[in-house]
């Protein structure tokens, strides 16, 4: 029951600014910006009016979100997986950390946007393109919180592990990255949000589906009640996918946060 309280306490705000945005929308009269009622119907028309063995989803909605879906996982895990491993690397190791900082400093300052040319001649348009596109764009949250959660270890643990003649390996699993953790989820929610948005950028030059060409193509048609449905559908994917991220932290870091009640 507190958990319902909970939800409806921090919800509360939503009925009153559709409530707002329909009044002055209307009043307005402006094509640009209409009314949640129009974007619902547009929403509805567009997203929900298959056949029901298809649970009402219409070919638009089978052929774009699942695409936009694959590829941002795709793109995230990719940048997690190699983020973290770099950045604990370079973490455990000050030397190779102040050789190789200014690189992902500067690498890190480059609009993804700026590079899809780049990456276009590099991959060709498709899917490989985009995945890199996203790769580039989100790994440096994930390398650099690791790199800073792997140089941030207690010097204790260190010297118990060597005490003890752990092995690399076993220091690497059972120390370095459990210690990284807190930064490394850290680093992994900010890289979410930027996939959601190098998705929409990636799939706006030459794609035949996903999210942003469908963005793209409401845009072309002059369809702005698609465009803001579509911009709607974008914001609840990514309440969705924060939503999901932060139930995950919760449940892998648990063990974090009752350490620090212990100590």
Not at 19 to 28: F, Q
Not at 241 to 251: P, Q
Request: cysteine-free; hydrophobic content about 55%.
């Amino acid at each position: 029951m507190k958990r319902v309280l909970r939800a409806a306490g921090r919800l509360w705000a939503v009925p009153v600014v559709l409530v707002v945005w329909e009044l002055v929308t209307r009043a307005a009269e402006n094509l640009s910006f209409p009314p949640p009622t129009t974007i619902a119907a547009s929403m509805y028309e567009m997203w929900l009016t298959g056949p029901p063995e298809r649970l009402w989803l219409t070919d638009a909605a089978l052929e774009n979100i699942p695409a936009s879906v694959g590829r941002l996982l795709a793109g995230w895990v990719l940048a997690g997986v190699i983020g973290t491993a770099v950045g604990l690397v370079l973490g455990r190791r000050p030397l190779y950390f102040r050789f190789v900082d200014p690189l992902v400093q500067f690498a890190r300052a480059i609009p993804p946007p700026m590079l899809l040319p780049f990456f276009m001649a590099l991959f060709a348009i498709g899917p490989q393109m985009q995945i890199n596109v996203i790769v580039f764009g989100i790994i440096w949250p994930v390398l650099i919180n690791a790199a800073e959660g792997a140089r941030h270890i207690d010097r204790q643990y260190v010297d118990t592990a060597r005490v003890f003649g752990l092995s690399l390996k076993q220091r690497l699993f059972l120390l370095v990255l459990p210690a990284a953790m807190p930064k490394i989820f850290a680093g992994l929610r900010v890289s979410l949000s930027l996939a959601l948005i190098l998705m929409v950028i990636s799939e706006l030059v030459g794609s035949t589906d996903g999210i942003g060409f469908q963005l793209l193509d409401a845009q072309r048609s002059y369809d702005l009640p698609g465009v803001w449905g579509t911009i709607v559908v974008l914001g609840v994917l990514g309440y969705v996918l924060n939503s999901a991220f932060l139930a995950a932290e919760r449940r892998v870091l648990s063990w974090h946060r009752t350490a620090k009640q212990t100590t």
